[in-house]
């Protein structure tokens, strides 16, 4: 059975960006983690609606806030997930944490950003398989411009699914 994808959209606060719920035969990945907390509840209600498989991983395409700031809830109602970003993401990360981090609950309020976002572990792999799923590889590609020079997609070859981060825009942009 081929591996089956799901898309939530955050609100518009959040810039409306979009979490994909990769689910196989006996588990699940998340692709990006909404920027604001309310953002992040609706997507631990939506992964719970959308699958009773074990959430295994949290990727983030890019360093970007809206890809990663709330993955806190979502990573303590998943506790056995795991957060990773390859290399290039989290060195995009860490550049700019410490700014972010004091600068968007000056905008969003304290209730809407966390205290401290998690970081994720770096993944220094080319590809990563799902149990059970033998012939869908999803393959991380990058690092890719888009709306920074850091992203990864991930492309499903047997699928041909592409999960594109900001690379590709459904709606709209931000003016950066
Ligand atoms: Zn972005």
């Known amino acids: 059975m081929p591996l089956q994808t799901y898309h939530h959209s955050a609100s518009s606060k959040g810039l409306g960006s979009v979490t994909t719920l990769i689910v196989g035969a ?11 907390l309310p953002d992040a509840k609706s997507v631990i209600s939506w992964i719970q609606a959308t699958t009773d498989k074990p959430l295994k991983a949290i990727f983030v395409t890019h360093h970007h806030p809206d890809h990663f700031f709330s993955a806190n809830p979502i990573l303590e109602a998943f506790p056995s997930a795991e957060f990773y970003a390859a ?3 989290l060195a995009g990360i860490n550049r700019e944490y410490d700014d972010k981090v004091s600068y968007w609950p000056t905008v969003f309020g304290k209730d809407n950003v966390p205290e401290a976002p998690r970081k994720p572990k770096v993944f220094d792999f080319s590809f990563f398989m799902f149990e059970d799923n033998p012939g869908s590889p999803v393959v991380l590609l990058g690092p890719l411009q888009g709306d920074s020079v850091d992203h990864t997609i991930f492309w499903m070859p047997s699928e041909r699914t592409v999960v594109c981060g ?3 825009y459904g709606r709209s942009t931000h003016v950066w």
């Open 87 to 89: 290399p290039y993401v």
């Open 166 to 168: 900001d690379t590709i």
């Open 26 to 36: 006996k588990e699940a990945v998340l692709i990006d983690a909404p920027f604001l």
